[in-house]
């Protein structure tokens, strides 16, 4: 079982940054595929970002290329998402997400975290 926490969401204005952190539990989080998904109101979920096991290899939406990082510390159990150039269509609630065996974690990864709040004013 894996528990995912998720952390630094807020209010911030267009062309700021932020960063997210998700707090795992469980001993095996290095053997997990780690990411993030959003979900803007009136709309779908959507794929943010992924990365690997070692955190050598990430992907990333295109709408975020260029502006979001994705990185992990396996010894801290977190994954952080940087989040610069921010703009108002980033505006969502950020969920993170973990999975054992599918990179992008696919449409239904194993384990979700609660979202966290992400508002960018113009």
């Known amino acids: 079982q894996v528990q995912l926490v998720e952390s630094g969401g807020g209010l911030v204005q267009a062309g700021g940054s932020l960063r997210l952190s998700c707090a795992a539990s469980?001993?095996?989080?290095?053997?997990?595929?780690m990411g993030w998904f959003r979900q803007a109101p009136g709309k779908e979920r959507e794929f943010v970002a992924a990365?690997?096991?070692?955190?050598?290899?990430?992907s990333y939406a295109d709408s975020v290329k260029g502006r979001f990082t994705l990185s992990r510390d396996n010894a801290k159990n977190t994954v952080y998402l940087q989040m610069n150039s921010l703009k108002p269509e980033d505006t969502a609630v950020y969920y993170c997400?973990?999975?054992?065996?599918?990179?992008?974690?696919?449409?239904?990864?194993?384990?979700w975290g609660q979202g966290t709040q992400v508002t960018v004013s113009s």
């Open positions: 997400a973990a999975d054992r065996f599918q990179f992008r974690l696919g449409p239904t990864p194993d384990y």
């Open positions: 469980g001993r095996t989080f290095s053997s997990y595929y």
């Open positions: 990365i690997s096991w070692s955190g050598g290899i990430t």
